[in-house]
């Protein structure tokens, strides 16, 4: 291993026999499965957790007086505390479980719009995912806010002082990624919430990739909102959850209205039941969330700063083997960025890179990420990423070299 020393308590193919699928081949080939920041694959603590939920106590939650109800809220809750811990949330109180990262942000984005007057501003990043932009440009179309851009410098990184220009008193919002999924940078999401902060204005941090990577803890970041997405964190689709300040959730109107996010309705009025029930109308997805509970314990298990030394050796490994070839473009070395690597190259389409690289049993992405703007801020219309995980290894990373190397010969 390229960097041994920094990582001898961790090991990754004792990690990698956990997870069935990563035993499997591809066109022939061993799976190398580099898409870990689209989606990560199940470990199998994760599929045995959601089996024996379904085969030994399922049952709707909450409302149950039986014992199978009773069973599966008290599952369904401790996954709740186990978020809770996970981020470091005061409460687990402050924890509302949503569908995805997505959902996350739209509840937010959604409750912040009933108050939103022309004029006021929303500053978002020119790195962040779709999915933190177009619920506040809905919010620009429907109640006249105006969305600021924080601005990129050449290296991936964000341009801390031009950011803390675009605050001032109209700011309501500042919605930014905690590590962006193209370019790998980890932001200063602490100093970001400050400067918010002392503006006047709400944080919304964006940990899908994050939370993965980086330290999702809420109350050092000091962030009004934090959201993960679970099956970037080994656990089931379907399922994220939102982290609130208490008084922000306290201040939000509910999003969707339904069963368990009431307290009393009449023919003439409602009252909403408290968070995070109030955010969680329906019958929740159960499974979803007690999948995502044994992920994070089953993640936790592991030093977070050796898996983060071994992820990074692999990134280094491969951008090492890629020294000095002039016809690839790295998108992103900010300093510190996670282990994830977009490039472009000249002469070739990212889709038919990634096409050829699948030959070879090499999964990585292509496209534009759910990033157009910041593709068109780096002028590509196309990138390709490789994106590690703890489960990859120095084999996957020069499997991923080796491919993609055949791949750039093929339009030479
Ligand atoms: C994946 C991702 C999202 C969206 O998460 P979903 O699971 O698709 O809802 C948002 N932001 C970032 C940075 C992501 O990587």
Redo the contacts with the bound molecule.
């Keep these: 291993m390229a960097d041994g020393s920094l990582v001898t308590s961790f090991d990754p193919y004792a990690v990698r026999a956990q997870f069935p699928i990563l035993s499997r081949q591809v066109n022939g080939k061993p799976l190398v499965y580099l898409d870990n920041?689209?989606?990560a694959q199940k470990p199998r603590a994760v599929i045995d957790a959601l089996v024996a939920s379904m085969e030994g106590s399922y049952a709707n939650v909450h409302r149950g007086l039986h014992t199978l109800s009773n069973e599966a809220t008290e599952a369904f809750e401790k996954a709740r505390e186990i978020v809770a811990r996970f981020l470091n949330a005061e409460t687990s109180e402050q924890v509302v479980w949503t569908?995805?990262?997505?959902?996350?942000?739209n509840l937010v984005a959604n409750g912040l719009g009933l108050s939103i007057q022309p004029g006021d501003e929303i500053v978002v990043t020119e790195m962040?995912?779709?999915?933190?932009i177009v619920p506040w440009h809905f919010l620009r179309e429907r109640y006249g806010a105006v969305l600021k851009w924080a601005p990129i410098k050449d290296d991936g990184s964000l341009d801390m002082a031009a950011y803390a220009d675009l605050l001032g008193p109209r700011t309501r919002m500042v919605a930014a990624?905690?590590?962006?999924?193209v370019l790998g940078t980890i932001n200063p999401v602490a100093e970001i919430s400050r400067l918010a902060h002392a503006a006047g204005a709400q944080v919304l941090i964006?940990?899908?990739?994050?939370a993965v990577h980086a330290t999702p803890d809420v109350q050092a970041i000091g962030c009004d909102f934090y959201?993960i997405?679970?099956?970037?964190l080994f656990g089931p689709?379907g399922i994220?959850a939102l982290y609130g300040k208490a008084e922000a959730l306290e201040a939000l109107p509910p999003y969707q209205g339904g069963g368990e996010m009431i307290e009393r309705v009449e023919q003439d009025r409602i009252t909403y039941a408290k968070p995070p029930h109030r955010f969680e109308a329906g019958t929740p997805p159960i499974l979803e969330a007690i999948g995502l509970g044994t992920a994070l314990d089953w993640l936790s298990q592991y030093d977070r700063a050796a898996v983060q030394a071994h992820e990074h050796a692999l990134y280094q490994h491969a951008l090492d083997r890629l020294q000095g070839q002039d016809w690839l473009r790295i998108l992103g070395q900010a300093e510190g960025k996670g282990a994830l690597l977009t490039f472009a190259i000249e002469g070739a389409h990212a889709h038919d890179v990634a096409q050829i690289m699948d030959r070879y049993g090499v999964a990585v992405r292509a496209g534009t990420?759910?990033?157009e703007p910041l593709a068109k801020r780096l002028g590509v219309t196309s990138s390709t990423r490789a994106s590690f995980a703890l489960y990859n290894t120095m084999e996957d990373t020069d499997a991923f070299v080796d491919a993609l190397i055949k791949a750039r010969n093929f339009f030479v």
Excluded: F, L, R
């Design positions: 920041a689209a989606s569908k995805g990262g997505t959902e996350a942000i962040e995912h779709h999915s933190n990624t905690h590590m962006s999924n964006d940990g899908c990739q994050g959201v997405t679970g099956h970037k689709t994220g990420h759910c990033a």
